[in-house]
């Protein structure tokens, strides 16, 4: 017997090198996003580490919008990753078409509401119902909000283009295409570098413009990437090409496997961004402590993202092709895959913890009497911890969603990111004061309640018989 022969189903190296294959591309590609998101804080943490809470903040109604929207879209990769499964690529357009379309109308929508919505909001949450009356930064609460809604208005002008870009990529990736994706997504990560050089540190010649400057380089770059996708997808695929018919069902199918994603995506998405809000009310320093360490680990769920993608294609796939098996094979071998990335991950945060403080801010930034630089080096090994779980509740809930099972990965998102997390985190850090450090401890016992949750339903579905496409 060879040590081939001995090897798991589902760890077969020819699917372990499809898995690497499909999910390098995409983990690279979704890291750009983040880095992004990263190098507008490490810009802000160089020359106004005071206001990085202004921009994280900012992203709660955005993420919650951004969530539902992406969460929608994702019915174009599943079902256009199950007509190439079965040789049916070239008739994908529609879905496409109708993608994109949703994507143009929530874009429009949920900008038409942020843009009134920010002012009473963020009034209220940091003058209203804030449990501190002055922030300990010698930053009013008045100011904190105002400065909070004037981001968000300007983010907001660049949903539209961020969902059309997203409806792209969903659709080149799941027709194996996802490096063209990253491509373009890199440059969109250089372009928006410069321009945060340009508006944030002021080089050449402009105005030094903080908070607003990260925003609007941010909304400038997301619709030059949506133009350039738009691009490559009509020259390259058969997006804008004749479709024939679609199925009665089809629409509903697409729009329920998006449906159930959407509503785990407001409860992540809102549930993390919510902790920024906690970690604001303990002080403008513990937001930056907490914050910073949050940027490294959205960076590190980038290459979880791409393992739970990639899987979600793989089961799909198999789906597509009838193999009840395959399916089972190919969900293992993406939380095996999930958890041996984390070990690694984990291992080079507690490694690198300084350095890393380092780059984020600069290391004489002082906020409120506390020296940031070290305190996100001692948070970092905590982070690392939380990344392996988060990895593991994105990889399973993936590939429950491309096997039909839409609400009850959904509904460990919801318990997992408001039931526990919220509660937790202002708990520890504002209750028993602990800060920020209380706030990421209560996210810890969130992702990891949620990673052992779904991991435990993807078995228990996998085992059963019976197979049913997405939604």
Same mark, same amino acid.
């Given at each position: 017997?060879?040590?081939?022969?001995?090897?798991?189903?589902?760890?077969?190296?020819?699917?372990?090198?499809?898995?690497?294959?499909?999910?390098?591309?995409? @983990?690279?590609?979704?890291?750009?996003?983040?880095?992004?998101?990263?190098?507008?804080?490490?810009?802000?943490?160089?020359?106004?580490?005071?206001?990085?809470?202004?921009?994280?903040?900012?992203?709660?109604?955005?993420?919650?919008?951004?969530? =539902?929207?992406?969460?929608?879209?994702?019915?174009?990769?599943?079902?256009?990753?199950?007509?190439?499964?079965?040789?049916?690529?070239?008739?994908?357009?529609?879905?496409?078409?109708?993608?994109?379309?949703?994507?143009?109308?929530?874009?429009?929508?949920?900008?038409?509401?942020?843009?009134?919505?920010?002012?009473?909001?963020? *009034?209220?949450?940091?003058?209203?119902?804030?449990?501190?009356?002055?922030?300990?930064?010698?930053?009013?609460?008045?100011?904190?909000?105002?400065?909070?809604?004037?981001?968000?208005?300007?983010?907001?002008? &660049?949903?539209?283009? *961020?969902?059309?870009? !997203?409806?792209?990529?969903?659709?080149?990736?799941?027709?194996?295409?996802?490096?063209?994706?990253?491509?373009?997504?890199?440059?969109?990560?250089?372009?928006?570098?410069?321009?945060?050089?340009?508006?944030?540190?002021?080089?050449?010649?402009?105005?030094?413009?903080?908070?607003?400057?990260?925003?609007?380089?941010?909304?400038?770059?997301?619709?030059?990437?949506?133009?350039?996708?738009?691009?490559?997808?009509?020259?390259?695929?058969?997006?804008?090409?004749?479709?024939?018919?679609?199925?009665?069902?089809?629409?509903?199918?697409?729009?329920?496997?998006?449906? &159930?994603?959407?509503?785990?995506?407001?409860?992540?998405?809102?549930? =993390?961004?919510?902790?920024?809000?906690?970690?604001?009310?303990?002080?403008?320093?513990?937001?930056?402590?907490?914050?910073?360490?949050? !940027?490294?680990?959205?960076?590190? =769920?980038?290459?979880?993202?791409?393992?739970?993608?990639?899987?979600?294609?793989?089961?799909?796939?198999?789906?597509?092709?009838?193999? !009840?098996?395959?399916?089972?094979?190919?969900?293992?071998?993406?939380?095996?895959?999930?958890?041996?990335?984390?070990?690694?991950?984990?291992?080079?945060?507690?490694?690198?913890?300084?350095?890393?403080?380092?780059?984020?801010?600069?290391?004489? @930034?002082?906020?409120?009497?506390?020296?940031?630089?070290?305190?996100?080096?001692?948070?970092?090994?905590?982070?690392?911890?939380?990344?392996?779980?988060?990895?593991?509740?994105?990889?399973?809930?993936?590939?429950?969603?491309?096997?039909?099972?839409?609400?009850?990965?959904?509904?460990? *998102?919801?318990?997992?990111?408001?039931?526990?997390?919220?509660?937790?985190?202002?708990?520890?850090?504002?209750?028993?004061?602990?800060?920020?450090?209380?706030?990421?401890?209560?996210?810890?016992?969130?992702?990891?309640?949620?990673?052992?949750?779904?991991?435990?339903?993807?078995?228990?579905?996998?085992?059963?018989?019976?197979?049913?496409?997405?939604?």
């Amino acid at each position: 017997m060879t040590a081939t022969s001995r090897l798991p189903a589902w760890a077969r190296p020819r699917d372990i090198a499809d898995l690497i294959r499909l999910s390098v591309p995409i @983990a690279v590609s979704r890291m750009a996003m983040m880095l992004m998101g990263l190098t507008d804080a490490i810009v802000l943490g160089q020359y106004a580490p005071g206001e990085l809470a202004y921009v994280l903040s900012a992203w709660l109604p955005m993420s919650i919008s951004l969530g =539902f929207g992406v969460g929608i879209l994702l019915g174009i990769q599943v079902l256009t990753s199950e007509m190439l499964g079965t040789g049916r690529e070239a008739g994908s357009g529609r879905i496409f078409r109708r993608g994109l379309w949703w994507a143009v109308l929530m874009g429009a929508v949920f900008t038409a509401a942020l843009l009134p919505f920010a002012d009473p909001f963020f *009034h209220w949450v940091f003058v209203t119902i804030a449990p501190v009356s002055e922030t300990p930064s010698s930053v009013s609460p008045e100011i904190v909000a105002s400065s909070t809604a004037s981001v968000t208005r300007i983010l907001a002008l &660049g949903l539209a283009g *961020h969902m059309i870009s !997203q409806a792209c990529s969903y659709y080149l990736e799941a027709l194996r295409r996802p490096l063209l994706v990253t491509i373009v997504m890199y440059t969109g990560v250089v372009i928006n570098l410069f321009a945060n050089l340009a508006l944030v540190a002021g080089w050449w010649g402009f105005p030094q413009m903080g908070a607003e400057g990260v925003a609007w380089a941010t909304t400038g770059t997301r619709w030059l990437i949506a133009a350039i996708l738009l691009i490559f997808v009509a020259a390259l695929t058969p997006a804008f090409r004749r479709s024939p018919p679609a199925a009665k069902e089809e629409p509903r199918r697409q729009l329920a496997v998006g449906v &159930g994603t959407a509503i785990s995506n407001i409860a992540e998405y809102g549930g =993390f961004n919510i902790t920024f809000i906690i970690a604001t009310w303990v002080s403008i320093a513990a937001n930056a402590v907490y914050g910073y360490s949050v !940027q490294i680990i959205g960076v590190c =769920f980038m290459f979880y993202l791409g393992i739970a993608t990639a899987t979600s294609v793989r089961v799909a796939e198999a789906i597509g092709r009838g193999s !009840q098996e395959e399916v089972r094979n190919a969900g293992r071998l993406g939380v095996a895959a999930t958890f041996v990335m984390g070990v690694i991950l984990g291992v080079l945060l507690v490694i690198f913890a300084g350095p890393v403080s380092r780059l984020l801010v600069r290391e004489d @930034a002082v906020i409120g009497g506390i020296a940031i630089a070290p305190a996100i080096a001692g948070l970092l090994w905590l982070a690392a911890a939380v990344t392996v779980f988060d990895g593991l509740q994105a990889t399973a809930s993936f590939a429950l969603r491309a096997q039909g099972m839409v609400w009850l990965p959904s509904a460990i *998102h919801i318990s997992s990111f408001f039931l526990v997390m919220i509660p937790v985190c202002y708990w520890l850090a504002i209750s028993l004061g602990r800060g920020a450090a209380g706030v990421l401890e209560g996210a810890f016992i969130a992702v990891f309640f949620a990673g052992m949750a779904q991991l435990v339903l993807l078995e228990w579905k996998t085992a059963r018989p019976d197979m049913v496409r997405a939604a």
